[in-house]
């Protein structure tokens, strides 16, 4: 069974950085897809950035792009979201999903598109 566990949330003033991780166990990862979603207190759970574990091609949310980069380790069986010039609209619940394989464009950014999901990380950013 695949287990995703995040880490790395907390408390961060507007245009500090956080590093968030996620450990990925109980599966073979060469061929998934993994991702980060967010999702505020009353609001829907939002794509974030996405990575493909075979070649590493990432994609960002548009709100995000230029501020946050998804990286992996595939030996330590690892993604990580890096998050620099934080702003208080940033604050969420954060968390890692994974999918069995390869998704289409359209489909990576989409909460129906994720088999395994994390139980989050919060990040907050103050004012």
């Known amino acids: 069974q695949v287990r995703l566990v995040e880490s790395g949330g907390g408390l961060v003033q507007d245009g500090g950085s956080l590093r968030l991780s996620c450990a990925a166990s109980?599966?073979?990862?060469?061929?998934?897809?993994m991702a980060w979603f967010r999702q505020g207190p009353g609001k829907e759970r939002d794509f974030v950035a996405a990575?493909?574990?075979?070649?590493?091609?990432?994609y960002y949310a548009d709100s995000v792009k230029g501020r946050f980069t998804t990286s992996r380790d595939t030996a330590k069986n690892m993604v990580y979201l890096q998050m620099t010039s934080l702003k208080p609209e940033d604050t969420a619940a954060y968390y890692c999903?994974?999918?069995?394989?390869?998704?289409?464009?359209?489909?990576?950014?989409?909460?129906?598109?994720?088999?395994?999901w994390g139980q989050g990380t919060q990040v907050t950013v103050s004012s």
């Open positions: 109980g599966g073979t990862f060469s061929t998934y897809t």
């Open positions: 999903a994974a999918h069995t394989g390869s998704l289409a464009f359209i489909v990576l950014r989409t909460t129906s598109g994720y088999s395994y």
């Open positions: 990575i493909r574990w075979n070649g590493g091609s990432t």
